[in-house]
């Protein structure tokens, strides 16, 4: 079974260059503090371009407002450290409590389409902002494709299918529970936000036909 | 362009989040992506496959194949390259479903991936992450201010069993211990694992063989040990000799996996071993089934002792010139042959160290003599005609005390049963004790250990290929202590983790609310005299400042843990962890220093029964921030000498048991690393290797792409030849006749030191256990087959294949006495405390008793309160293990040393409310 796509409002050259860096962002402000002072960055951003309404210059102001030691010591409170482990793990397969095969997919989907992590993010390679980083680099690819941006949608639409919105939803009520009243938890609802309206948008871009012959 | 991800984070934050990866469509320009199941297309590879195993104190030394692929390990697999040494079952392939899962577990939320800083109370789970270099200055300024204003003694530096078995990792603890003057608390007797009994007996605590040598026994006792779920990797010996014809008996009061595999299973009630081992003593004299010859010459059954003062007949009671000169301790047998009164040989010349000069020149070859085992004779003595006997006549009559009739009524076992087991093991040639170390961890596992030992004397085993007690060894280990010492000598300071505790988590205070004033004082007073006498060495005068744990989830296992974690932890004014996982101890530390886990470490196994050196590798880099111990310990180092220099500390004046040493913390690096010669855990592993005796000379890569090596001097199944790393005292006082490390120069069953007649304990005997009364319950503990010690008893998958959570077995009357069915969680309380578990009702438990498998971390029970709760046992330091000035009997680390005891205590339960 193969799968077609009618990309009619998909507009790539467009869209593309926002969602990538919608998707930057997110990912550098799910990075960890202690290895990149993360909220350094431009806030120019025009989130205009997309192609559904979202916007989350709020939440970008009040990270800018923060002391870094106070982002870095939020973001391990939640994140990284706890007597029984983090209370919110930031590695799908450590919130998700180890399924199997779960990282493999990963692998998988990093290896089919090129992209490679750095030694010393190996072992992380289930870290949230890794997996946004993957997106971004996605949605790159489409943008550069000239033949079969096709793979990229759909490589695009099946990894947020399968791992970003399998746990970003959860991770988000998680936090809402901790309530630990801190920007993570505010980023981590946006993001939930932002993943739900960029995948409806995924599914009505992309048509999806059964053909025979796969 | 090839973007690496902190490029990406960099570069997308300083270009306003551009598309960092432009050019990135090459990969699927030959593979169009259509469906997620083109990405399993492609057949998995591995990036390489690195030997290795698990650094835990399992005792397995597994040789494992770990897969790896794109930095991430992500199973393993047994390597079962073992040679068949000999006529015996091979060693591999071993490995068990813990190690299978590791690949798992080391990516696991209980990982420490970072250095921590508590920020919240001590236990609370408030942290903050901090940089290496903050955490090991704070801990540096700590550590000079204790050593300076006070003394070094007062820092302790505990092992764990996780961290001893690591060469390469205990080493570098070991130096830096003995460069800063830190005290060493061991864990051997921490733990409750050291023979007490065996060293009285034998001077050695190192008796064990291979694992192999149970396939050479005739008559294997598996005593209060469960080898089927605790020793996977190896229990296939005992069902491989039990094929060929050997009797495997299974004595436990629980029935166990291993007790369903073998011929016979015995269940005492708990506690009453050494009754029951007495008592087939006692039918082997009256049936006259034991080898004399044997017992004549490598035994002191012969040896004459006065019935007035219950002491030897030494050289000193029969002339001047022996008043005099005390330290020949010679002593008398009578000799058949001429009737008359004889030195037995292999005695006298016993100065310190006790017995060595003996082994040197002496011998135990009777010769002429015909040492009688029967018999009282009169003898003229400085104080006059006086009764001598032998050991012998007097065991022969403590042993009336314990015929089956009486024995069955101590211990359940029926009287039948006691013979027809001391008939087989008798007629065994050779017959084996292999037993657990809960058989140190009773009050008087001591005694038990002596009876034992007696069993297998009176049969003639010990010593013999398939024979002998078979609880510890251990390498000689010259490559490690060398490597400690290097350079600087031996200058450090090694206690056992009892005394630390005794002297320092008031545990006079608990023994008088758990059993009273007068054992309390009674047993203060002996542990005082001790220390007063020099018997045993005390660092505490200063109090202990700081405690640092590495590889030692103490909080967890000690006795009383959670009046310890309140007593010992408070005082302590700085606590620092080194751990791969969090735990209790890390969770109530205020610095924890992230340590890398097996597969991320290069380091060396050797291990007592497995006769393979083998090799950890560095398969991936640590997780996260973490270390392993040598670079752990060389970032304190280095802090150490930074900040003293930093700070213009001058050398201290040190001194250490009589010697004054010279501590200039500046210099701990320089000392720490050699001079700039040692830089990481492969170069240590390389020296331990090159400084070994016994291990083949092989340049760490050559190790590491073989996974692992036998170790020389493995002729059979024995430790047998000097050639072996391994310890062969006690087959060398059997087949070359040398004295053994005893006073008395001989397998010694009578000890007539002044505290062990004062408690009736100058041959082996039976003593009640304790218990607390008005609880009638005694609750059992042994290790899991689904965790070593805490580790991997939270993994979820292994947790699966359990009950999902803690849970004590409980017998069915004693259940329904209590209106509890299988499931309940019931309440498990003494006056020490309580906790709540699943119970698990079993007919295999004896009514009257309570069992449950440990390691289980509190944080896994209700209110965080796990087992030791209820066990109030920590101060319960016999005072017969801490005595001294008697040849062998006094302080020897890691041989004789007073154990912590777990056992001596009752309970009760109910529903859980």
């Known amino acids: ?214 | 362009m090839k973007i690496n991800r902190r490029n990406f984070l960099k570069g997308s934050a300083s270009t306003g989040l551009i598309l960092q990866y432009s050019l990135s469509n090459e990969a699927v320009a030959e593979n169009p992506y259509r469906g997620f199941e083109d990405l399993y297309r492609k057949k998995w590879t591995w990036d390489r496959v690195v030997r290795g195993t698990h650094g835990t104190n399992c005792a397995g030394t597994c040789a494992f194949n770990v897969y790896v692929k794109d930095g991430v390990v992500w199973r393993e697999e047994q390597q079962g390259q073992y040679e068949q040494l000999g006529d015996v079952p091979d060693f591999g392939p071993r490995g068990c479903q813990k190690g299978m899962r590791h690949h798992k577990y080391m990516y696991g939320k209980q990982r420490i991936l970072y250095p921590l800083k508590r920020v919240g109370d001590r236990g609370e789970g408030k942290w903050e992450r901090i940089s290496w270099e903050q955490a090991t200055t704070e801990i540096a300024d700590k550590f000079l201010d204790y050593a300076t204003e006070y003394s070094p003694e007062c820092i302790s530096y505990g092992s764990g069993t996780q961290m001893s078995n690591k060469l390469a990792s205990y080493a570098s603890l070991l130096r830096l211990a003995n460069i800063t003057g830190i005290t060493v608390p061991e864990f051997f007797s921490g733990v409750g694992d050291l023979p007490t009994g065996s060293y009285m007996t034998l001077g050695q605590v190192y008796t064990g063989d291979t694992f192999a040598s149970v396939y050479k026994s005739k008559c294997v006792m598996i005593w209060m040990s469960n080898p089927a779920a605790t020793r996977i990797p190896d229990a296939h010996f005992f069902w491989e000799a039990k094929y060929n014809g050997t009797q495997v008996i299974a004595v436990s009061p629980e029935f166990t996996p291993t007790a369903m595999h073998s011929n016979l299973w015995l269940n005492p009630k708990p506690g009453t071993d050494a009754a029951l081992a007495m008592s087939m003593v006692q039918v082997m004299l009256k049936e006259q089934l034991y080898k004399a010859n044997y017992i004549q010459e490598q035994t002191d059954l012969p040896l004459l002792v006065r019935t007035d003062t219950k002491e030897f007949l030494r050289r000193e009671d029969l002339s001047l010139y022996g008043l005099l000169a005390v330290a020949d301790n010679v002593y008398y047998m009578w000799d058949q042959t001429t009737n008359s009164m004889v030195q037995a040989p292999g005695t006298g010349r016993a100065d310190k160290p006790f017995g060595r000069d003996r082994r040197k020149y002496g011998s135990l070859e009777l010769g002429d003599i015909k040492p009688t085992l029967e018999g009282r004779w009169l003898i003229d003595t400085l104080d006059g005609e006086v009764e001598v006997t032998t050991v012998f006549e007097l065991l022969k009559e403590e042993c009336e005390n314990y015929t089956p009739k009486k024995a069955s009524e101590i211990t359940g076992v029926s009287p039948d049963v006691i013979e027809k087991t001391a008939r087989v093991f008798a007629d065994a040639e050779p017959g084996m004790i292999y037993a657990g170390y809960a058989s140190c961890k009773w009050l008087h596992g001591d005694l038990l250990q002596r009876a034992m030992l007696l069993m297998l004397a009176l049969t003639g085993s010990t010593g013999k290929e398939g024979g002998g007690l078979q609880i510890a060894n251990s390498p000689n280990a010259r490559g490690i202590t060398q490597f400690g010492f290097s350079d600087v000598g031996p200058a450090f300071r090694l206690i056992s983790s009892t005394t630390w505790d005794y002297d320092h988590a008031d545990m006079k205070e608990l023994n008088q609310k758990i059993y009273g004033n007068e054992l309390a004082e009674k047993f203060d007073r002996y542990y005082k005299k001790s220390i007063e006498e020099d018997w045993f060495p005390d660092y505490s005068q200063n109090g202990w400042k700081m405690g640092i744990f590495a590889g030692n989830n103490g909080a967890n296992w000690r006795a009383t843990g959670s009046t310890w974690r309140k007593t010992a932890f408070e005082e302590l004014e700085t606590i620092v962890s080194l751990a791969p996982d969090m735990g209790v101890t890390p969770l109530f530390s205020d610095y924890v220093l992230p340590i890398a886990h097996h597969y991320e470490r290069n380091d060396l196994m050797l291990q007592s029964r497995v006769p393979y050196l083998q090799v950890l590798n560095e398969a991936v880099p640590p997780l996260g921030e973490s270390v392993d111990d040598w670079e752990a310990n060389r970032r304190i180092a280095e802090a150490i000498s930074r900040r003293a220099k930093e700070r213009g500390i001058k050398p201290i004046q040190d001194a250490v048991d009589g010697r004054t040493i010279r501590r200039d913390y500046a210099k701990t690096l320089e000392l720490y690393t050699m001079g700039g010669r040692v830089n990481n855990s492969k170069d240590v592993a390389q020296f331990i290797i090159n400084a070994s005796h016994g291990v083949p000379k092989i340049s760490f890569e050559e190790l590491s792409q073989r996974g692992m090596v036998k170790v020389e001097g493995v002729e059979n199944t024995m430790w047998d030849t000097d050639e072996s790393p391994y310890h062969n005292e006690i087959v060398k006082s059997v087949n070359k006749k040398l004295p053994y490390e005893t006073f008395t120069g001989r397998q010694q069953f009578y000890i007539d030191h002044e505290w062990f007649i004062e408690f009736g304990e100058t041959l082996p005997t039976f003593k009640e256990p304790l218990e607390i009364e008005g609880y009638p319950m005694r609750m059992m503990m042994g290790h899991a087959r689904h965790g070593i010690h805490s580790m991997w008893r939270d993994d979820s998958l292994l947790l699966s294949l359990q009950r999902g959570e803690p849970d004590i077995y409980v017998n069915p009357d004693d259940a329904t006495q209590r209106g509890v069915t299988d499931g309940d969680l019931i309440r498990v309380y003494n006056t020490a405390g309580e906790f709540s578990a699943m119970a698990h009702v079993s007919s295999g438990i004896q009514p009257g008793m309570l069992f449950m498998y440990h390691g289980w971390d509190p944080k896994m029970f209700k209110d965080d309160k796990n087992f030791s709760e209820v066990i109030p046992t920590g101060g319960l330091i016999k005072p017969t293990s801490m005595a001294g000035d008697y040849g062998h009997l006094g302080y020897q680390p890691l041989a004789f040393a007073p154990n912590q005891t777990y056992k001596d205590f009752t309970c009760d339960f109910e529903k859980s409310a």
């Open chain 1, 1 to 214: 079974m193969e799968r077609a796509v009618i990309s009619i409002k998909r507009d790539a050259e467009v869209t593309s260059p926002t969602r990538a860096a919608a998707y930057a962002l997110f990912s550098q402000l799910m990075a960890s503090p202690h290895e990149i002072k993360s909220f350094n960055i431009k806030t120019e951003i025009s989130f205009e371009c997309l192609p559904y309404d979202f916007d989350i210059k709020d939440i970008l102001d009040q990270c800018l407002a923060i002391d870094d030691a106070d982002l870095k010591q939020q973001y391990s409170a939640l994140f990284e450290v706890g007597d029984e482990g983090p209370p919110a793990p930031i590695r799908e397969d450590l919130f998700l409590a180890q399924p199997a095969k779960l990282r493999e997919d990963l692998v998988r989907f990093y290896e089919y389409f090129g992209y490679q992590l750095n030694e010393e993010f190996q072992w992380q390679m289930d870290h949230l902002s890794i997996e946004l980083e993957f997106m971004h680099f996605l949605i790159a690819g489409e943008f550069g494709a000239d033949d079969d941006k096709l793979s990229f949608q759909l490589g695009q639409f099946d990894f947020i299918e399968k791992h970003l919105n399998n746990w970003v939803p959860q991770l988000s009520e998680k936090l809402i529970i901790l309530d630990h009243g801190d920007i993570y938890t505010k980023i981590v609802i946006e993001l939930s936000k932002f993943l739900l309206h960029d995948f409806n948008w995924q599914k009505e871009s992309i048509s999806q036909i059964d053909v025979a012959g796969g």
